[in-house]
């Protein structure tokens, strides 16, 4: 069954506001949906092979071994919808065992989508895939989407990986409760997320030796200078990322190497030597704190699995 492709927004229209904006707050900050290009979708697959990035091969152990069991609490499902979806890699885990009609994609990035998607139907030629392109954490959130989706059936927000982490508390609420309404009345929520652990391997994975999260960080700048026409120096910034465990958070930085001028879409910006540019947070959890986060949305907590090692979790809420 062929893709079809919806596109509910343009992502692209809103970059020069946002960055704008970003780059004019004190501290300067970029959200980390813009990592992902072209090249920083290919940077991403590249760090989830490197050895100190332990994330990809714990979530993907875990869903080896319990999606039989993860199928079996879920229950019967209609439609799958995947916000944040990338390559689409994590949906193959579960489309077997739950058996679903319909797989629903999001993604800001289109072309990428699109391509994962076609992949994955070619596999699974029964299946109704629709690829969606949207920036879901624009203002209008899931809004556009929500009047396409099929009328009838019980739907499953699957939202794996640790992405709920780039969000703070607050906005993590914020949108489990659109996810709450995505799912509808008698759907759910299956999440994955990180677990709090040693602050030494959070500061590996993200300070990997190759250099690959690095190069990750500072293809945003790249991004800009070619979308934005901007002029930034990428040896003029460091990759700086370390676990603040107070804030309970992974800190992704790029660190001006000396008192620089760039200019961003016309506009100059200033950077002192050593001022940071934050990019990313990724928020760590034990199950009962995201379990209290979760409750705040509206979700009652349904099952939950980790995987051997403890390193991550996965819970399905009602």
């Excluded at 709450?180 to 602050?199: M, S, T």
């Excluded at 994975?205 to 979308?227: I, K, M, P, Q, S």
């Amino acid at each position: 069954m062929p893709v079809r492709l919806l596109t509910l927004s343009h992502p692209a229209d809103t970059l020069k506001q946002v960055v704008l904006a970003g780059l004019s707050a004190r501290p300067k900050c970029i959200p980390p949906k813009y990592f992902y290009d072209s090249e920083g979708s290919r940077l991403f697959e590249a760090i989830c092979t490197q050895p100190e990035y332990y994330l990809t091969r714990a979530e993907a152990a875990l869903l080896q071994a319990e999606a039989q069991a993860i199928a079996r609490s879920i229950g019967p499902v209609a439609c799958m919808i995947e916000p944040g979806a990338g390559c689409c890699a994590k949906a193959r885990f579960l489309l077997g065992p739950l058996q679903v009609a319909a797989y629903w994609p999001v993604d800001i990035s289109g072309e990428t989508l699109v391509q994962a998607a076609g992949r994955l139907a070619a596999d699974h030629p029964a299946l109704e895939v629709v690829a969606v392109q949207l920036d879901f954490t624009a203002a209008a959130g899931f809004a556009p989407l929500l009047p396409q989706l099929p009328a009838r059936g019980r739907r499953l927000v699957y939202y794996p990986g640790s992405s709920i982490g780039n969000a703070g508390p607050d906005e993590a609420v914020a949108l489990l409760r659109q996810f709450r309404v995505l799912a509808g009345k008698d759907g759910g929520l299956l999440i994955g997320f990180d677990l709090k652990k040693d602050a030494a391997r959070l500061h590996a994975a993200y300070n990997d030796a190759a250099g690959v999260t690095a190069a990750f960080n500072l293809n945003l700048l790249a991004r800009l200078n070619r979308e934005l026409g901007a002029d930034f120096r990428l040896e003029g910034f460091a990759h700086q990322a370390f676990y603040n465990a107070e804030a309970g958070r992974i800190e992704m930085h790029l660190i001006s190497r000396a008192r620089q001028q760039v200019t961003v879409a016309g506009t100059r910006v200033e950077f002192a030597a050593g001022e940071s540019l934050h990019t990313e947070n990724s928020y760590k959890y034990t199950p009962q704190e995201f379990e209290a986060l979760a409750a705040r949305a509206g979700f009652a907590f349904r099952d939950g699995w980790q995987d051997g090692a403890g390193l991550f979790a996965v819970h399905f809420y009602g």
